[in-house]
């Protein structure tokens, strides 16, 4: 942690210390355990941040202070993020002394905060990370901040292998259910997927539903005829009618058939730090079969 006695610290303007505040939880939703929610971060970890920012000011800095803050809810991979074009029109400003952050992290991830500490210094912005022991009027700020990235880098990899891993192993023990579609029942107090039902109205139902697209009816059709005839949708879904893309996704799924499936896609990240899907490699796929929720 970079603290010391307090040093003799000559504002830009010559009476006032210009500082940012940057604070950020990873989550844009804030807890709400009543509700059931859970976020990944608490969101009173803001307030929490900016308290420590705070004392590292009034321990390490002897004049006068105007703070600003910059507050994020989102992943700090993503780089197009509102608050990061903010904190960037602030520091091009040059009228900034100090950016004060707990870790590189709560600015942005990968090498775009080094490249973020770079471009303050053009501005003769100083950036300090405390938990990163990363100030950028310290000379070696470089190799500090750059081990900070591949630190942060790493941990991003290694938690999401391990998720994989979990994934996978509860998978193949039907210990990680996925939501019903409509016709399967997930009763209340299920231990696994194996603890579920087909409910026996559904079947005719289906049995029109394929009819109908055997027939030359658009997935719209079939649609109209679900919510005519008053079919529910299915247990989790959140909308209250059928549409067009619901009755196609239910369509292709091969749980209608028993059959379910785990890896078909990858998430790949893109360098302005957003995830999309791609199809897995084959060699990834894993199925399990579950006959008594098949309809087909």
Not at 164 to 193: C, H, Y
Request: aromatic share 10%; net charge neutral; proline share 4%.
């Amino acid at each position: 942690m970079i603290t010391r006695q307090p040093s003799r610290f000559t504002p830009k303007n010559g009476h006032v210390a210009m500082i940012i505040f940057v604070v950020r939880v990873s989550d844009p939703n804030a807890s709400d355990r009543s509700a059931g929610h859970r976020s990944k971060q608490d969101i009173r970890s803001l307030d929490d941040q900016k308290r420590s920012l705070q004392e590292w000011i009034d321990s390490n800095l002897d004049v006068p202070y105007q703070t600003t803050i910059v507050c994020g809810r989102g992943s700090g991979e993503h780089l197009d993020r509102e608050e990061v074009k903010q904190l960037d029109e602030l520091v091009a400003t040059g009228e900034y002394d100090l950016v004060l952050t707990e870790d590189l992290g709560r600015i942005m991830r990968r090498f775009a905060s080094y490249q973020f500490c770079e471009q303050s210094l053009d501005s003769k912005t100083r950036v300090v990370a405390i938990n990163d022991h990363v100030d950028t009027f310290r000379e070696g700020w470089q190799e500090t901040a750059a081990f900070a990235a591949i630190h942060h880098e790493r941990s991003n990899r290694d938690n999401s292998n391990r998720i994989k891993r979990t994934l996978r192993n509860r998978f193949m023990l039907d210990e990680a259910e996925q939501l019903p579609i409509f016709g399967q029942v997930r009763p209340e107090g299920a231990r696994s997927m194996a603890d579920w039902y087909k409910d026996p109205a559904a079947e005719p139902i289906y049995q029109k539903w394929f009819q109908l697209l055997d027939d030359g009816a658009t997935f719209g059709e079939v649609a109209d005829w679900l919510n005519a005839n008053n079919v529910p949708v299915g247990q989790y879904c959140r909308l209250q009618r059928w549409d067009a893309q619901m009755v196609a996704r239910i369509t292709y799924n091969p749980f209608l058939k028993g059959m379910r499936t785990h890896n078909k896609t990858i998430s790949v990240r893109n360098s302005r730090g957003k995830y999309r899907p791609e199809k897995a490699a084959p060699e990834l796929l894993m199925t399990r079969e579950l006959p008594h929720l098949a309809f087909f």
